[in-house]
């Protein structure tokens, strides 16, 4: 099974609220990853955990703020949001950070829109 | 600064008319090089992982090689349903992230 679930599907938020979004895995991978992706860009990494533990922030606003509860859990919670977050936010995860190629199996993205 | 630059940005085929979509990366450790199919507002679907050069791989309609210097992504009699966004993304040595490329958007018209 290689599949990687989120939640929820569609998020509608104003810039005062604060949500979650939500990523589970069971393929037993230990890397674990959010991206963002706008229209027709790739995705663009935001943040990595590796063995349940912030391993990689690219610079990533504070308004974002990941948490990974365990090892088949992923959250990305967020507040203050400004219009130009909306785009679709990707989970992702893989078997092991650095070792070997390490492909990468994504879920199927939280559309955001923040007014 | 490792990159990776896909060809072309947008590629328009007729029903079971073959072609190849390109891939190139800067020679430096790669670890893997890896093809994604991603359907609009959806996340990115996993097809081929490649490690060295020579290497081929194969799904349905879909081959994948690699070269030292590029990849290619072979569609043979392409169907309406391959219609997608094509992403190919690198692993270079030392690096924990994926370098994506900028995607080939292809479109089968019946």
């Known amino acids: 099974d290689t599949e990687v679930t989120q939640t929820p599907k569609h998020l509608v938020m104003g810039m005062t609220n604060k949500k979650s979004l939500k990523c589970e895995q069971h393929?037993?991978?230990?890397?674990m990853y959010w991206y963002k992706q706008k229209a027709k860009k790739p995705p663009e990494l935001m943040f990595v955990?590796?063995?349940?533990?912030?391993?990689i922030n690219e610079s990533v606003p504070s308004r974002f703020s990941p948490e990974c509860p365990n090892s088949s859990l992923l959250n990305l919670h967020l507040h203050a949001l400004q219009p130009e977050d909306s785009a679709l936010y990707l989970c992702?995860?893989?078997?092991?950070?650095?070792?070997?190629?390490?492909?990468?199996?994504f879920g199927p993205g939280t559309r955001l829109t923040v007014l | 600064e490792d990159q990776v630059t896909q060809s072309p940005e947008a590629l328009r085929l007729q029903e079971g008319e073959s072609s190849s979509l390109n891939c190139s990366y800067t020679?430096?450790?790669?670890?893997?090089l890896f093809w994604y199919r991603q359907d609009p507002g959806k996340g990115p679907e996993f097809l081929f992982t490649?490690?060295?050069a020579g290497e081929e791989k194969e799904k349905e309609r879909l081959k994948a090689t690699l070269t030292k210097k590029e990849s290619f992504l072979h569609i043979t009699a392409p169907k309406p349903e391959d219609s997608a966004t094509y992403l190919c993304?690198?692993?270079?040595?030392?690096?924990?992230?994926?370098?994506f490329g900028q995607g080939t958007r292809l479109t089968i018209n019946p």
């Open positions: 393929m037993g991978h230990r890397a």
């Open positions: 955990y590796s063995y349940e533990k912030l391993s």
């Open positions: 993304a690198a692993r270079f040595q030392g690096a924990q992230k994926l370098v």
């Open positions: 020679v430096s450790g790669l670890r893997g």
């Open positions: 992702a995860s893989s078997h092991r950070r650095g070792t070997g190629a390490n492909e990468q199996f």
């Open positions: 490649l490690y060295s």
